[in-house]
C-alpha cells in the first residue's frame, strides 16, 4: 500500500473514533471549565466587597463584650483579612484572647459566606477584569462547540457500522505471529478486511467526520476578543452564563412570576423540546414556554425587554418538534420584519410574511409546507387561513382591549378556532381593570369571570393569585439580575421668554398639541430651554462614547433635533417608515463606528425594536399613557444591554407638562397595583373603579381651561 497511513487501517480508525469521542466530550470539558471560572469570579466579587468592609463593622455580630483588640494597627485590618487567616493568628494580636478571637473569625468567615451567596456575575466590558475574560473564552468556545458538534455522534455511529465488522479481522493481518500460524482462508479474510478498511478510509464519509472533528478542535480555541464578542451578543452570552448560576428560593418564586406553588408545579412537568431551538433559553423563559403550553391559552405580560419573542418562539419549536407545522403571529405592521428576524435567529423554522401584494401567494404557501406565518392587525381581517394553526401568537396584544373594535374581533375569531394561543403584553393593564379582564376573556373565559375590580382592595397578591390560571407576569429586576443600572431622570427646565410666547400662544387658541411642541422653536425661530437642555445631553453622552435615541411624539420636534444636534443623526425614524427601512435605519445606527443619534417618532419606535447599542434614551415630552414611555426606554435597557442606561425626560416648569406628568403618575401607580407585585393603597376606591379617570385624569379640553386660568386668559 503507497499511504503509509493506510498500512494498519483498523489503528486509524481506532485513533479517529478516540478523536470523535474527544471532540464530542469537549463541550462537557469546557461545562466543567466554566463552573469553575463562575465559582472564582463570584469568589473575586464577593472579596472585593470585604476588601472594602472593616474589620470594625463585626461588633454588631459579635457576642457581646468580644474585644477587637488593636486590630485597626495590624495587617488584618478588613473582613476580608479576617475571613481568611485563622483563630491563632487573630489571638496574637494583642488585646484579644482565644475565645474572642474564635469568634471574630467565625463571624468573618459566616459574613463571606453570606455576601457570597447572594453575589450573581456581573460582566464589566468597561474593566475587563482578568477572571471575568476566562469565564467569557470558555463562555463562547462553549457556544462554538455546542454548535458546530451537532451531528458528529451520528455520523460517527454510522461510521462505526462500517468499519466495526472488518475490525477483528484487520487487525490479525498486523502481528506476525497470526501471519505464521493463521490458516489461508483466515489470511484472506484479513486482506479483504484491510481492503475494505482502506476503502472506507479513503470515503468522503470518513474525510467528512476528520474536518468536522478538526471544526469542534478549532471551534474550541480562542477567536478574537471575547469582550468584543459579549458586546455584540449579550444576551445570548448571558443566557447560556444562567446555566451555571443557581437562584434562591424567592428568585426562583420570581422567575415562575409568584403564580403559586401548584401552578408552577403543573407547569415543570412539561419537558420542553428544544430540538428546533438555535439559541439557549434562560430558566424564566423555559418557565414562561412551559406556562404557555401547559396552560393551553394564556397571556405572557413579562416587562419589555425579557425576550416575549423568543418564548413564544420555544413553543411553536416545541410543538414543531411533536409533528405541528402550522404557527401564526399576529402583530403591528412595524415589527413585522422584526419577527422574521427574530425567527431565523432563535429556530430553525421558517418564516413567511403573509403581508403586501405576496400575501395571496405567500399564504397558500404556508398552507402546503408550514411554517411561522407573521401577519398584521390589519391584514388578518382579509386573510382567508384553511389550516388550524397550532399556536396563535399575539403581540402588542393590546391592540385588541377594544373588543369593539375590528382587529378585536377578528384576533378573538382565530384564537377560538386555534389549539393553543398566547398573547404578548408588557403592559396589559394600562388605563383600566375592564381592559386587561378583555384579554383574559379573549383566552379563559372562565378565569375572566373570577377577575372583579374590587380584588385590588386585598393587594396585588390576591389579584395575582385570581388571574394566575391564565396570566404569567416577570419583571426585570426580579430576573435580569446582570441587566446594566436603569437611571431615571427628570430635567425641568425653566422655559425662555420665546418659550413662554410660543406657550401662551398655543394656550390662547386652544390649541393642545400646538402647546405640548411650543417649547421647541420652529426653523429660524428662536431660543428654545428644552433643545438647549437636548444638546446639553447629546454632547455628554457623546464625549462619553455613547449612543443615543431621541424620542418624541411630532415629527415636528425631531426635525427640530436633526437641525440643531451635531454629529451624525439617525431618521426621522416615524409612522411613514415602512418595517424593512425603519430596520434597515436601526442596523444603520447600531454598525456606526462612533457616536451616533438616532431620532424616532415614539409610536412608531418604542414598539418591537431592538436598539441596545444605544444607552442614553431622551424622551423630549411626557406621554398620556405609562406604556409608551416604558416600552419606548425598553428599546434600549433590555438584554443583550450592557452599560447604564439613562434616561432623560425633558419637561418644561408651568406648562402642560407639569398637568401630564401628574397624569402620567397616576396611570403608573394604577398599573403597579394590578400588572405588578405590590400592593393596592388601601381602600383607595379610584384604585380598583373601572371610571377611575373619569376623576383622575383630566382630558384635554380640562387641561386648556386649567392654563387659560392660570394664564388669566380665560
Given at each position: 500500500m503507497s499511504d503509509p497511513e493506510l498500512e494498519r487501517p483498523s489503528e486509524m480508525f481506532d485513533a479517529l473514533f478516540a478523536e470523535g469521542e474527544a471532540a464530542t466530550q469537549a463541550a462537557v470539558s469546557l461545562r466543567a471549565s466554566i463552573r469553575g471560572s463562575v465559582h472564582a469570579v463570584l469568589d473575586a466579587q464577593a472579596d472585593d466587597i470585604l476588601r472594602k468592609a472593616p474589620a470594625a463593622g463585626l461588633k454588631q455580630s459579635l457576642p457581646r463584650g468580644t474585644r477587637l483588640g488593636s486590630l485597626e494597627q495590624t495587617r488584618l485590618r478588613t473582613v476580608l483579612d479576617l475571613a481568611k487567616s485563622s483563630p491563632a493568628e487573630i489571638g496574637a494580636v494583642p488585646g484579644i484572647g482565644p475565645q474572642s478571637a474564635q469568634a471574630i473569625h467565625d463571624a468573618a468567615v459566616a459574613q463571606r459566606k453570606r455576601i457570597r451567596a447572594g453575589e450573581r456575575v456581573r460582566l464589566d466590558p468597561q474593566r475587563k477584569p482578568k477572571l471575568e475574560a476566562q469565564l467569557l473564552e470558555s463562555l463562547t468556545a462553549l457556544r462554538r462547540v455546542e454548535r458546530e458538534v451537532q451531528g458528529l455522534p451520528v455520523e460517527i455511529a454510522h461510521l462505526r457500522t462500517l468499519v466495526d465488522p472488518w475490525q477483528s479481522a484487520a487487525s490479525r493481518s498486523y502481528s506476525w505471529i497470526s501471519r505464521i500460524f493463521t490458516s489461508r482462508a483466515k489470511k484472506l479474510e484479513s486482506q479483504k478486511a484491510v481492503y475494505q478498511l482502506n476503502a472506507v478510509a479513503k470515503s468522503p464519509e470518513t474525510q467528512s467526520i476528520r474536518e468536522h472533528?478538526?471544526?469542534?478542535?478549532?471551534?474550541?480555541?480562542?477567536?478574537?476578543?471575547?469582550?468584543?464578542?459579549?458586546?455584540?451578543?449579550?444576551?445570548?452570552?448571558?443566557?447560556?452564563?444562567?446555566?451555571?448560576?443557581?437562584?434562591?428560593?424567592?428568585?426562583?418564586?420570581?422567575?415562575?412570576?409568584?403564580?403559586?406553588?401548584?401552578?408552577?408545579?403543573?407547569?415543570?412537568?412539561?419537558?420542553?423540546?428544544?430540538?428546533?431551538?438555535?439559541?439557549?433559553?434562560?430558566?424564566?423563559?423555559?418557565?414562561?414556554?412551559?406556562?404557555?403550553?401547559?396552560?393551553?391559552?394564556?397571556?405572557?405580560?413579562?416587562?419589555?425587554?425579557?425576550?416575549?419573542?423568543?418564548?413564544?418562539?420555544?413553543?411553536?419549536?416545541?410543538?414543531?418538534?411533536?409533528?405541528?407545522?402550522?404557527?401564526?403571529v399576529v402583530c403591528p405592521a412595524s415589527v413585522l420584519i422584526n419577527w422574521s428576524i427574530e425567527t431565523r435567529k432563535h429556530t430553525k423554522l421558517r418564516p413567511l410574511q403573509l403581508h403586501g401584494a405576496e400575501r395571496e401567494s405567500a399564504t397558500q404557501d404556508w398552507i402546503r409546507q408550514g411554517g411561522v406565518a407573521i401577519t398584521t392587525f390589519n391584514t388578518l381581517q382579509r386573510l382567508d387561513i384553511s389550516v388550524t394553526p397550532a399556536l396563535v401568537v399575539i403581540d402588542e396584544a393590546h391592540y385588541i382591549k377594544n373588543k369593539a373594535a375590528q382587529r378585536s374581533i377578528a384576533s378573538h375569531k382565530l384564537i377560538g378556532k386555534s389549539k393553543r394561543a398566547v398573547l404578548l403584553s408588557g403592559t396589559p393593564m394600562e388605563n383600566r381593570v375592564v381592559e386587561f379582564r378583555n384579554l383574559v376573556e379573549y383566552v379563559q373565559p372562565d378565569t375572566a369571570r373570577r377577575i372583579n375590580a374590587s380584588d385590588g382592595l386585598g393587594g396585588g397578591d390576591l389579584f395575582r393569585k385570581t388571574v394566575a390560571p391564565a396570566y404569567l407576569r416577570r419583571n426585570q429586576v426580579d430576573v435580569l439580575k446582570e441587566l446594566p443600572e436603569l437611571i431615571e431622570v427628570e430635567d425641568w427646565v425653566q422655559p425662555t421668554a420665546d418659550d413662554n410666547s410660543r406657550y401662551r400662544d398655543a394656550v390662547a387658541s386652544r390649541n393642545f398639541m400646538a402647546m405640548r411642541q411650543s417649547a421647541y422653536a420652529g426653523s429660524g425661530q428662536t431660543k428654545s430651554a428644552k433643545m438647549e437642555r437636548l444638546r446639553e445631553i447629546v454632547e455628554e453622552a457623546e464625549d462619553n462614547g455613547a449612543k443615543i435615541i431621541v424620542f418624541s411624539f411630532f415629527k415636528s420636534v425631531l426635525d427640530a433635533v436633526r437641525r440643531e444636534v451635531p454629529g451624525v443623526v439617525f431618521g426621522p425614524l416615524t409612522g411613514a417608515t415602512s418595517s424593512t427601512q425603519r430596520q434597515q435605519m436601526v442596523d444603520d445606527f447600531t454598525s456606526h463606528n462612533g457616536r451616533a443619534v438616532l431620532v424616532s417618532q415614539i409610536e412608531a419606535g418604542g414598539v418591537g425594536l431592538n436598539i441596545q447599542a444605544a444607552s442614553v434614551v431622551i424622551l423630549t415630552e411626557p406621554q398620556w399613557k405609562p406604556s409608551t414611555e416604558v416600552q419606548a426606554i425598553a428599546r434600549a435597557h433590555r438584554m443583550g444591554q450592557i452599560r447604564t442606561v439613562q434616561v432623560h425626560r425633558l419637561l418644561a416648569k408651568d406648562t402642560v407638562d407639569e398637568r401630564m406628568r401628574e397624569v402620567l403618575e397616576r396611570k403608573t401607580q394604577l398599573f403597579d397595583e394590578y400588572a405588578r407585585r405590590s400592593q393596592a393603597k388601601e381602600a383607595d376606591r379610584a384604585s380598583v373603579d373601572d371610571g377611575w379617570d373619569q376623576g383622575v385624569a383630566p382630558a384635554e379640553n380640562s387641561i386648556i381651561e386649567l392654563e387659560r386660568k392660570r394664564l388669566g386668559l380665560a
Open positions: 472533528i478538526a471544526r469542534i478542535v478549532a471551534a474550541g480555541s480562542p477567536a478574537g476578543n471575547v469582550w468584543t464578542e459579549y458586546e455584540r451578543d449579550a444576551a445570548s452570552l448571558n443566557a447560556l452564563l444562567s446555566q451555571f448560576t443557581s437562584l434562591g428560593a424567592a428568585e426562583v418564586d420570581a422567575s415562575h412570576g409568584f403564580v403559586g406553588s401548584t401552578i408552577a408545579s403543573e407547569t415543570q412537568k412539561v419537558v420542553l423540546d428544544r430540538t428546533h431551538l438555535r439559541s439557549y433559553l434562560r430558566a424564566y423563559q423555559a418557565f414562561g414556554a412551559q406556562y404557555i403550553l401547559s396552560r393551553g391559552k394564556a397571556i405572557l405580560g413579562d416587562e419589555m425587554g425579557l425576550g416575549k419573542t423568543i418564548q413564544a418562539l420555544a413553543v411553536a419549536a416545541h410543538l414543531a418538534a411533536k409533528g405541528d407545522k402550522h404557527f401564526l
